[in-house]
């Protein structure tokens, strides 16, 4: 049996006989000879045989043949004298063709076909994009001394006033589905000093927008001994500039970001000055000011209200980052001193005994610090264009939908 190789491999191959395994992509019958594409993990790759009809498109095979070099073919090489052999029973025919440049069906007709619509080349690049993503957030912050971590998904209280939160029941008791890791990582701070989680989150919200999710993926990181909200900004910019080398998009990110105070965004989107937070046509106006302003698509707004913030908001120490006119992250700098926590609680109307095994880990000696977290799907969405975050996602979960 030849050795099996990948479609991206077949130009090294030239010459020898080799085999691959996938699945049948698309497939054109002249009066001579049969043409399949086949489509693996790598790619495509042109097989090309004098009777390769008999398998449906998305059936699982394994092929045989002869490389050799055809600078039209995908790759420039492709597999002749070819043999196919089914691996699975026949594919059923798929609700959509896969093989076209675009899936031609509604999102709520891919979602629900999910495990096949993602099979697409440019569906499937969106999650590669996470991936990549996520692994250049991992590698930039391992690379400025953080410490992975990974904190529990049920918790006992709210960490995010903003949010709804799901209730399920923990063995009798009342508990929740985190909202964000904030209160683990401010602890770990006091253990590793920079910590940083890659994991899902969950928002009960009642949204049904092209950008929002009831459980998507969040970067969050923490780190400990910052001057001010401006040391965190910092580290936004080196894990924004990992992220976007790995998934390898076209896109040039400046040594810095520009910034701009809540105050000065709401007049460049001509808002009410007194408005508690940015609307989206407010993000989108002070995109547009930075790409027109400073070349960038990227800018940090500063300094938000501190009744729109979580009650452990130090100050006005607080920052959304917005990547073309969306906002992808929120961070700043927290409180750090135990009779600040509750003195902040009281001030916000909230009880301390939900808080206490948090809170009490502010009697000992946890040092000035502060942290963001990005929402993936979101940062992939506009890293790639796409119209709504449901398509940076495998099974977005939303207001409506719980399966597949």
Do not use: C
Not at 32 to 44: E, I, K, N, P, Y
Not at 122 to 132: D, H, I, N, P, V
Not at 219 to 238: K, N, Q, S, T, Y
């Amino acid at each position: 049996m030849p050795q099996r190789v990948l479609s991206a491999e077949l130009p090294a191959h030239v010459g020898e006989t080799v085999l691959l395994h996938g699945w049948v992509h698309r497939r054109r019958t002249l009066k001579t000879v049969s043409f399949l594409v086949l489509r693996d993990r790598a790619g495509l790759a042109q097989v090309v045989g004098a009777d390769l009809d008999g398998h449906p498109e998305e059936t699982a095979v394994a092929v045989t043949g002869r490389v050799v070099a055809n600078e039209v073919a995908p790759g420039g090489a492709e597999l002749v004298d070819a043999a196919v052999t089914a691996l699975s029973p026949p594919a059923q025919p798929p609700p959509f063709d896969l093989y076209r440049p675009e899936v031609r069906a509604g999102l709520a007709v891919q979602l629900d076909a999910a495990p096949l619509a993602f099979r697409h080349p440019g569906r499937r690049a969106a999650l590669a994009a996470s991936a990549a993503a996520a692994r250049g957030f991992r590698a930039t912050l391992d690379a400025l001394g953080f410490t992975e971590i990974f904190t529990p998904k049920l918790v006992a209280a709210a960490t995010e006033s903003g949010a709804n939160l799901f209730g399920v029941d923990y063995f009798g008791r009342p508990a929740y589905l985190a909202q964000s890791p904030q209160f683990y990582k401010q602890l770990m701070v006091g253990v590793f000093e920079r910590v940083y989680e890659v994991g899902p989150v969950f928002r009960a919200e009642p949204h049904d927008t092209g950008r929002h999710l009831a459980q998507y993926t969040s970067l969050d990181a923490e780190l400990g001994f910052i001057a001010d909200h401006r040391d965190v900004m910092r580290v936004v910019h080196a894990a924004i500039r990992g992220m976007v080398g790995e998934a390898g998009a076209p896109l040039a990110v400046g040594e810095e970001f520009p910034a701009v105070s809540f105050a000065d965004a709401l007049r460049i989107a001509h808002a009410d000055p007194d408005e508690p937070d940015l609307a989206p046509a407010d993000e989108r106006a002070v995109g547009e000011w930075a790409m027109r302003e400073h070349g960038s698509e990227f800018v940090f707004v500063t300094g938000y209200p501190l009744a729109k913030r979580p009650f452990y908001t130090a100050g006005g120490n607080s920052f959304d980052l917005l990547f073309r006119g969306m906002e992808i992250v929120t961070g700043g700098q927290r409180l750090h001193r135990y009779d600040d926590y509750v003195a902040a609680l009281a001030g916000r109307g909230l009880p301390l005994e939900p808080y206490r095994s948090y809170v009490d880990a502010f009697r000992y000696g946890m040092p000035p610090h502060g942290g963001f977290a990005i929402g993936l799907e979101r940062f992939v969405a506009r890293l790639l264009g796409l119209g709504n975050v449901r398509e940076a996602t495998a099974f977005p979960r939303d207001r409506t939908r719980l399966e597949p």
